[in-house]
């Protein structure tokens, strides 16, 4: 196969896809490849999804307790997973409402530089879990990473935290109305044993990619062998 230099856009058709509003961005393009010989490949379409920021945080907070590092998630509502039809599923599978994942959200625009990022973290753990911590607190856990590098453009930053994790239960309704979005109705907060959380991975009771990465590298962090 020749070598690929770049990906050159004939045409940009954004325009009649009519779905450039919203939170996400449908970009609809006609592009060729250019190759190191010089020659292209024949037109092919391309379709690529983004937001007017390309980033976004997620926070994996925890805490050491008697019973060993205990994670934190958040099961919320997720309108992408709960449309989806079972009847054309590869495999079967359950109805689905809420998504456990870890607290998350969209760097918002002009939030640039690592402090910035760890503001958004920081916002974003008081925002969907009621816990106030100073942003200087929040470390990276390795480097950001795409989720879907096919169709999207948004890479994902995990960050740590160490909190508290007190006397409370195991399980409580979301405090507050989050950003106001009848979106972030009904969220569960969950504290879990970390081994527990991957294995929770494992068995497909979550079904997040990033807290499944998230979990295995605070766990490589914290020089916990799994």
Known sequence: MP???GIE???DNTASARC???FLRLKRYTARNRRVD???SREYPI???DRPTFDAVAVCAYAKTPRGIEVLT???LRPAAAF???EIAALPEPAYLLIEELVAGVVEPGERGFAALQKRA???LHEEAGMEIASERFFALGAPFFMLPGIASEKIHIFAVEVARGDGPAEWDAPGEGDGSPLEEGAVLRWRELGIALHACEEGEIEDAKSELAFRRLARHLGIRL
């Open 20 to 22: 450039d509003e919203g």
């Open 38 to 40: 010089g020659s292209a």
């Open 74 to 76: 958040r099961a919320g």
């Open 47 to 49: 379709d690529v999804i």
């Open 84 to 86: 989806r039809k079972a």
């Open 3 to 5: 070598r690929v230099t």
């Open 122 to 124: 920081a916002a974003e």
């Open 9 to 11: 856009i004939v045409a």
